[in-house]
Nanobody, 122 residues
Framework: QVRLVESGGGSVQTGESLKLSCTAS?????VGWFRQAPGKEREGVARIKADGGDTYYADSVKGRFTISLDNAMNTLYLEMNSLKPEDTATYYC??????????????????WGRGTQVTVSS
């Protein structure tokens, strides 16, 4: 199982930006970001396919967030702009290992990092 390590979270004001990073020894064909707010279920935010860069976003972040993958550096990014209080959550880097998992954007995810907290205040 690949070890995923997130960084880049923090506390910002509404409208500001943050960029999250996730490093791993290797990434599978499809990687992504999920988030979980207090009292809510974990939800998919964005995913990218490593072979061609095809991306998929949740409607709630489309146009504001950008996912990207640097294969040479084994680093996954999530650039978050125009942040809103409802974006407050713990953000998890996600990938897939053998077995079932959660589907998002046509990819399956069952491996998670430890998460990084993003707090957006109004």
């Amino acid at each position: 199982q690949v070890r995923l390590v997130e960084s880049g979270g923090g506390s910002v004001q509404t409208g500001e930006s943050l960029k999250l990073s996730c490093t791993a020894s290797k990434f599978p064909a499809c990687v992504g970001w999920f988030r979980q707010a207090p009292g809510k279920e974990r939800e998919g935010v964005a995913r990218i396919k490593a072979d061609g860069g095809d991306t998929y976003y949740a409607d709630s972040v489309k146009g504001r967030f950008t996912i990207s993958l640097d294969n040479a550096m084994n680093t996954l990014y999530l650039e978050m702009n125009s942040l809103k209080p409802e974006d407050t959550a713990t953000y998890y880097c996600a990938s897939w290992s053998l077995g079932g998992g959660s589907w998002f954007g046509g990819c399956q995810f069952n491996s998670w990092g430890r998460g990084t907290q993003v707090t957006v205040s109004s």
